[in-house]
T-cell receptor, first 113, second 116 residues
């Protein structure tokens, strides 16, 4: 089955700086890679996703890059703000009719004002 | 839409008691997932349903756990008997495959279970 590793487990950055979280996956058949943000006391919420036919996707201050050859993908947050403080999870799946997501272990991001 | 609805939000029970967690998925969604989240093990998929049929229950820890989906708008996760190690936050999520193949899983707010 799929195995997803995520690094770092904790990350602190100054407000306004950039944050990068990295994930690797094991199943070369995986082709859908979402990122979720979980705030305290809430369920995870999708913030951005990428499919295997795309190398990069951007949504305002958030971007995700994918390297299928190396089987890794990364989340980039620029111009960080205090409200970006949360736990971020990456995930991977082979979505050919199978919706089962395998999640990484999470990164606790703290933005220092 | 109100999103995925879970009840109760908090549950405190004593070891050996039966616990039932409830979930109402987003209307029209055809997939429903139950996850457990702990500090030690992170987010674990317990079971998921497609069109009310269980597809993969390999994540269910043991026979004390059971899940049902009697119709498209309701699912339960039952633990009987409960044990202290079952203490965790349990999330329900739903998604729509259909023609859009959107994949996005929408999570509920979770049920925090404490077994004393």
């Amino acid at each position: 089955g799929e195995n997803v590793e995520q690094h770092p487990s904790t990350l602190s950055v100054q407000e306004g700086d950039s944050a990068v979280i990295k994930c690797t996956y094991s199943d070369s058949a995986s082709n859908y890679f979402p990122w979720y943000k979980q705030e305290l006391g809430k369920g995870p919420q999708l913030i951005i996703d990428i499919r295997s036919n795309v190398g990069e996707k951007k949504d305002q201050r958030i971007a995700v890059t994918l390297n299928k050859t190396a089987k890794h993908f990364s989340l980039h947050i620029t111009e960080t703000q205090p409200e970006d403080s949360a736990v971020y999870f990456c995930a991977a799946t082979n979505n050919f009719g199978n919706e089962k997501l395998t999640f990484g272990t999470g990164t606790r991001l703290t933005i220092i004002p | 839409d109100a999103g995925v609805i879970q009840s109760p939000r908090h549950e405190v029970t004593e070891m050996g008691q039966e616990v039932t967690l409830r979930c109402k998925p987003i209307s029209g969604h055809d997939y429903l997932f139950w996850y457990r989240q702990t500090m030690m093990r992170g987010l674990e998929l317990l079971i998921y349903f497609n069109n009310n049929v269980p597809i993969d229950d390999s994540g269910m820890p043991e026979d004390r756990f059971s899940a049902k989906m009697p119709n498209a708008s309701f699912s339960t996760l039952k633990i009987q008997p409960s044990e202290p190690r079952d203490s965790a936050v349990y999330f329900c999520a739903s998604s729509l495959w259909g023609e859009a193949h959107t994949d996005t899983q929408y999570f509920g707010p979770g049920t925090r279970l404490t077994v004393l």
